[in-house]
């Protein structure tokens, strides 16, 4: 994984502008440890920061091919799984490789296909390449989003990066925030709309999208969305077929020149990419394989059971390893790590993010990284598969908002007048909810409890995933770590996309066909275990140290948050009064002690990146 910057006026001269991207370079430090390079000439300067997964000789950006005397040169991050087939199919047609990087591949396969190359890519990744004998730049973006791209047009200039840091590190961006961007941070967050970069006139390029930039001007073009249609194989067919996806997605992902580990929860999803990572591993000699989990001090003394949480994560990660014989790596962090990395956290995300969930992952990848470098996580399951609470409850099935962010009014509760007045929260909560139903592609003829099903899915997959994909893209990449989500495969997405609702929940169960695919990969307590979420700390600590943290926070004279809260309420808040534990504000895991460090991270935000408030 890499981080990738550019700048492009067609009606200037950018041969010199080096200093400004190598200062957008260096703010992706983190995302490419391992070399640096930078491109400039005639209307285009790229800059590229790396990290050295595969072919440390052949992958080097920005990677430049002269044909006819016209340059096309390519700054990419991320990674394509079928980087074999291309190679053999472009070799057919004439082209010659000097290395086997995927990068070459990609650059081989536009030369090949123009911009119509991405749809045969099976991966994740952003891309930034000029054309320069068609006076093109050509953006494109992986189809779940897994790979972050923003832009930015300024006049005659496009800006173009893998970092909200290094786009701000451009001196034709300032740092803006407008009354949709306060929105989306104080209604949605740490959620967004997708396309939307926060700060004034920043985008991010759309899951599935390409983005031309020429002397004619800007075209967006859609190349993947979910479509739906009948589901025509029958039951064992659709068994059998899921499981040939998941084997052959995991093989595809494990595809490295470096150390490969996965993330061990003992739940279903990382257990099962777990288990077909172990056979590959046998089958190719390459001893045990390491896995991973997180845990927290005294996690077994404040446990306690409820809806989301039902036990546990430990005892079923030992249970995972043992049976599949891998050399597990358990992390457990205490309250002062949490702490101490809440404002790192921030910064990895770029804007306030899911507090300790957020904080947690960044000190775990960061232990990670010590012995490896490319990671295998079960991210993106639930979404696919129907497996949060909300797929199965009433009252979320019976929201009319987003069901993971059905206490609007408790959110609204917590900012000020004049923040209200000017954002109108609510209705712009209400506008992008609506905006979401309306993308929704319809089955005709569908039961309407499955119609909504759908949406639910639909919500699920374009603006919940997103965030958890931006968390792990961000808190692994700050530490130089690439992790994989291999249930993002696209093929995966469409193929589940359709699978009637009532095999989703085979046996009664929430990803039910989910299970029976895999029935004989793992042990059955673990096939049949009830969904737990990412852990995040129950450690009373942890609360009274956000507590004392924003009460200190408010006592500031010059804090930048205070005109955007309700002052009384937050005090009662801290003092323990208002606290409303049964239903969290955002997702599952982040409630009140959350909403503080959400809080701190907003001051810090505000303050640091220097966010001037346009109204």
């Not at 970092?163 to 989306?184: F, N, Q």
């Amino acid at each position: 994984m890499c981080g990738i910057a550019g700048w492009i006026n067609w009606e200037r001269d950018l041969g010199a502008e080096r200093s400004s991207m190598i200062a957008m370079a260096d703010k992706m430090v983190c995302r490419g440890p391992d070399a640096e390079g930078w491109w400039a000439h005639g209307h285009a300067a790229f800059s590229h920061r790396r990290l050295i997964v595969v072919d440390p000789e052949g992958g080097q950006q920005p990677m430049v091919r002269e044909r006819s005397g016209q340059h096309y040169v390519l700054v990419y991050n991320g990674e394509i799984y079928n980087t074999v087939e291309l190679r053999q199919q472009l070799t057919a047609l004439g082209h010659e490789f000097r290395g086997h990087a995927d990068t070459e591949v990609v650059l081989e396969a536009y030369l090949e296909w123009g911009p119509a190359a991405v749809e045969r890519f099976n991966g994740i990744f952003a891309i930034g390449l000029l054309d320069e004998g068609r006076r093109t730049l050509w953006l494109a973006r992986d189809r779940m989003g897994v790979k972050p791209l923003f832009w930015a047009v300024r006049g005659r200039d496009l800006i173009f990066a893998s970092d909200l840091r290094a786009m701000l590190a451009h001196e034709l961006i300032e740092p803006e925030v407008g009354p949709d961007g306060l929105s989306e941070i104080f209604g949605l967050g740490p959620a967004r709309t997708p396309g939307h970069g926060i700060f004034q006139g920043i985008e991010e390029l759309k899951p599935g999208h390409w983005l031309e930039y020429s002397t004619r001007g800007l075209s967006d073009h859609v190349y993947w969305a979910l479509q739906s249609h009948a589901h025509e194989d029958d039951l064992p067919t659709t068994i059998h077929h899921l499981r040939n996806l998941l084997e052959d997605t995991v093989v595809r992902q494990l595809v490295a020149d470096v150390p490969v580990v996965t993330l061990l929860s003992g739940g279903l999803d990382s257990s099962i990419v777990t288990a077909m990572a172990a056979k590959a591993f046998d089958r190719a000699n390459r001893g045990p394989l390491d896995t991973y989990s997180i845990d927290f001090v005294d996690m077994g003394r404040y446990f306690q059971s409820n809806g989301f949480q039902t036990n546990l994560d430990a005892p079923w990660v030992e249970v995972v390893s043992e049976y599949l014989g891998t050399r597990h790596h358990r992390v457990v962090l205490d309250t002062p790590e949490l702490v101490d990395d809440l404002l790192p956290a921030l910064h990895a995300r770029n804007y306030p993010g899911m507090a300790d969930v957020d904080s947690s992952l960044l000190t775990f990848c960061r232990e990670i990284k010590r012995n490896a470098t490319v990671a295998l996580s079960g991210e993106a399951a639930d979404e696919i598969f129907g497996g949060y609470p909300w797929f199965h409850m009433e009252g979320a099935l019976r929201a009319t908002t987003f069901p993971w962010a059905r206490t609007l009014d408790r959110r609204l509760a917590v900012w000020s007048e004049e923040l209200l007045g000017l954002t109108h929260l609510a209705d712009y909560v209400h506008d992008r909810y609506q905006q979401a139903l309306a993308e929704v592609p319809r089955l005709a003829g569908e039961p309407r409890d499955q119609a909504r099903l759908r949406e639910i899915a639909y919500l699920s997959i374009t603006r919940f995933m997103p965030t958890l994909l931006d968390r792990k893209d961000r808190m692994s990449m700050e530490v130089g770590l690439e992790v994989r989500v291999p249930y993002c495969d696209h093929r995966i997405v469409e193929y589940a996309w359709n699978i009637p609702w009532p095999w989703k929940c085979l046996g009664g169960q929430s990803k039910g066909i989910l299970r029976q695919a895999v029935a004989d990969l793992l042990p059955p307590a673990v096939v049949s275990r009830q969904k737990s979420p990412y852990p995040s700390t129950v450690n009373p600590s942890y609360r009274e140290a956000m507590r004392a943290w924003l009460r200190q926070t408010l006592a500031e004279s010059d804090s930048p948050l205070k005109p955007w809260v309700d002052h009384e309420f937050l005090k009662r808040l801290i003092d323990g009064q208002n606290e409303v534990a049964d239903i969290p504000w955002f997702g599952q895991l982040m409630g009140t002690p959350q909403l503080f460090a959400f809080l701190i991270q907003l001051d810090h935000w505000l303050r640091t990146y220097h966010v001037r408030i346009r109204g």
